[in-house]
């Protein structure tokens, strides 16, 4: 221990040194004195962490040491109004965590044409009451082989049909200066094989070939693809391609995105880099794309492996040094014991939930909450300075991310419900009132992944009234177990399927364009009309939202379970300083009863916080089909 203490304490001496020899980038005043007292409060961190990933090579200390200076010149460069935005969160580290927090994604060439058009349409971000906007990938990315803009070919040059690196500064001042925090993709796991490192090293360059991991023979390419699964086998088989000069580079997805080798500090510096670039421009969250397989491992499956975990931290703690306001939402559809090793004040703060959106449209199409809530009972509640991002659906397809263990245990065959849902979902089940489309789906096996947009998924097609109530329902569990909800934007005004996405080019063998249609304009006209379902819908959330905001116990994250002893009814409790929130939701097609039994924990006086009307639940509690309700009582927990 005293050994490690001294390393620690030459390598801090080191990094100091050699910050007083650059005089430049530490100019006397207070953004100094802020600087040095971060570097002493999280230097400590940065070098354990690093030294874990990088310890054993000659070069560590040197390594680490242009780390810091790297850090100090991102910091120098950092506009004063964000160095305003980190002293506030600072001092308030859970803003993130309010039960005004409400968030919205979208493309915006689909859903604004361009930034400007995103900029135009901040007073409806206000009127829905937005506080956090993510724009899917809008860098540089080559056509046709962007996969969506995930492959990204430069992260400093936004893509030119959407705009230019200053409008996006420009629209993140103005979304800060109107309470929105941006929010944007951080594709790390790997670049594009058009990007400049990737075309270096296919030129044979050898500083750029360690970039990635590149082979000159299948030796160590099937060593790997021993233990490493196939992600996409219908665009290349294994995990390697063949570059033109005959040496292999791993591809875990597409062949057109290169994965970065992170056993080489020069990335991590290199990508730390860009990430200090975004942060100053002003975007506060990046989503991190794909965070289980950014570390590889011979002799192993090499997805979530514990140095992806000590990655991530040592990125967050570059983050402290020279963005500290910045934040990370990790992006992991992985078994959900391994989606919560990802969350971590050190490491991601936010983390999109996939297993609560799962097992949403489950309990849909089951008209039983079961497993649903087990899935609030066990796995939930997070770590202090943490929270889940909910949501009903996202841009990508919907998967059944349950764990076979949890479903066993309710007597459920986890490989037969994943088929029936599917079936259900694509309108092959009788009965069904989804119009899903499948997305890889395999006749053989049955097996397959979702695509939709929610008014599709729950039947508005068909127009039907209890499509909107099914909307709202869903939506009603995302806004109230605790953390920040998330709307696709366009499902707010009830969207459908877009049908003709395979008209488009380079769409047709993506499914996944049905549920990302263009701006629907005459949905948002008729918004305020509750005649109309995009109505009912806009005017049925905004009532949600309101609610959500004025009730302090929706603040965090803290959830405890109820059991309603009913399978068709949600419950779980939301409590807070002297009283709490119950909320019951009803999945079923049918009206269903809470026992007073059931509810004999609580004062039999409660208030309806959606309606602010009281109600007495003394003598149990109807919910008509597909209703759900907030009651703030007083007892249980």
Known sequence: ???????????????????????????????????????????????????????????????????????????????????????????NTGWFQSNSMLGGVCYVDRYAEDLQGVRSRIPYFKELGLTYLHLMPLFLAPEPHSDGGYAVSSYRDVNPKLGTMEQLRELAAELRDNGISLVVDFIFNHTSDEHDWARRAAEGDPEFSDYYWIYPDRTMPDAFEQHVREIFPDDHPGSFV??????????????????????????????????????????EILRMDAVAFIWKQLGTPCENLPKAHTLLQAFNAVCRLAAPSLLFKSEAIVHPDDVALYIDPAECQLSYNPLQMALIWEAMATRDVSLLSQALERRHNLPAGTAWVNYVRSHDDIGWTFADEDAAELGINGFEHRRFLNSFYVNRFPGSFARGVPFQDNPRTGDCRISGTTASLCGLEDGTAESVRRILLAHSVTFSTGGLPLLYLGDEVAQLNDYGYALEEGHGADSRWVHRPHYPEHRYANRHDQSTPEGAVFEGLRFMIAARS?????????????????????GYQRPGSNTLILALANFSDEGQTVTAQTLSGFSAEAVDVLTGKPVRIGKGFALKPQEFVWLRVRGAV
């Open 1 to 91: 221990m005293v050994e490690a203490a001294g390393v620690d304490q030459a390598s801090r001496q080191h990094a100091l040194s050699a910050l007083g020899a650059h005089s430049d980038l530490m100019p006397r005043g207070r953004d100094t004195d802020d600087f040095l007292q971060r570097f002493a409060h999280h230097f400590p961190d940065m070098h354990r962490l690093f030294q874990s990933l990088y310890g054993s090579r000659p070069d560590f200390q040197d390594q680490l040491t242009a780390l810091v200076l790297q850090a100090a010149r991102s910091w120098n460069e950092r506009p004063a109004d964000l160095k305003a935005l980190d002293a506030e969160r600072e001092n």
């Open 242 to 283: 063949q570059l033109p000069d005959g040496r292999w580079v791993w591809a875990t997805f597409h062949s057109f995105q290169w994965d970065l080798d992170y056993s080489n500090p020069d990335v991590f510096r290199a990508m730390a880099g860009e990430m200090l670039f975004l942060a100053n421009q002003g975007v």
């Open 550 to 570: 004025r009730t302090p116990e929706f603040a965090g994250t803290r959830l405890v379970h109820f059991d309603t002893k009913n399978q068709a009814v949600l």
